[in-house]
């Protein structure tokens, strides 16, 4: 049972704006960073946006992150057909002192 | 370039052990850690436990202490997570990640390729 919850499934066309959700529900992690990572079929996580609202270098700039209170979002912009892929939002839990991870979040590119 | 390169895959039967190994280069091993995550099949991803290069220092999510050991090997920038008492519900990909500590608070960046791990009668 995750103590981050997100949304199993969301879509969107081409060109469209999406929003991923991820809630906490623990205080051991209220106030701590999001970090969200994508994950193609068949490959492994990649990340995507740490520390809430930054992003590694070569993540194109369609993709946003943002914090308030005890959720965290994820933006993506201009949809692509190659953003079909599952999202996972992700936080260090101070009591576990290790990472939870949301139960993920399948985007379908329609 | 970071790369993390994880070991191949394993068929066990139930009761055995596995140990699967993350070699990392391009980057300066001892100075992030290397955490273990897994994901059973159509599942999401489940941590497992972190191991600090630098001091050898390890932490395991409750659900694995007793049956998880990472350990590391300095010389040769490889990391090993070794899963004993192996159980038809332990199959899954696991991977190595390398994590790093901004501010307060640890992060995952880079992820191994991931080990398919098949427990089986």
């Known amino acids: 049972q995750s103590v981050l919850t997100q949304a199993p499934s969301a879509s969107g066309t081409p060109g469209q704006r999406v929003t991923i959700s991820c809630s906490e529900s623990?205080?051991?992690?209220?106030?701590?960073?999001v970090n969200w990572y994508q994950q193609l079929p068949g490959a492994a996580p990649k990340l995507l946006i740490y520390n809430n609202n930054q992003r590694p270098s070569g993540v194109p700039d369609r993709f946003s992150g943002s914090k308030s209170g005890t959720s965290a979002s994820l933006a993506i912009s201009g949809l692509q057909s190659e953003d079909e892929a599952d999202y996972y939002c992700a936080a260090w839990d101070d009591s576990l002192k290790g990472w939870v991870f949301g139960g993920g979040t399948k985007l379908t590119v329609l | 370039q970071v790369h993390l390169m994880q070991s191949g895959g394993e068929v066990k039967k139930p009761g055995a052990s596995v140990k699967i190994s993350c070699k990392g280069s391009?980057?300066?091993?001892?100075?992030?850690?290397v955490t273990w995550v897994r994901q059973a099949p159509g599942q999401g991803l489940e941590w497992m436990g972190w191991i600090s290069v630098h001091n050898g220092n390890t932490r395991y999510a409750q659900k694995f202490q007793g049956r998880v050991t990472m350990t590391t090997d300095t010389s040769t920038n490889t990391v090993y997570m070794e899963l004993r008492s192996l159980r038809s519900d332990d199959t899954a990909v696991y991977y190595c990640?390398?994590?790093?500590?901004?501010?307060?608070?640890?992060?995952?960046?880079?992820w191994g390729q991931g080990t398919l791990v098949t427990v089986s009668s």
């Open positions: 623990s205080s051991n992690i209220g106030g701590n960073t």
């Open positions: 990640a390398r994590y790093f500590l901004l501010g307060n608070y640890y992060n995952i960046d880079f």
């Open positions: 391009g980057y300066t091993f001892t100075t992030y850690g």
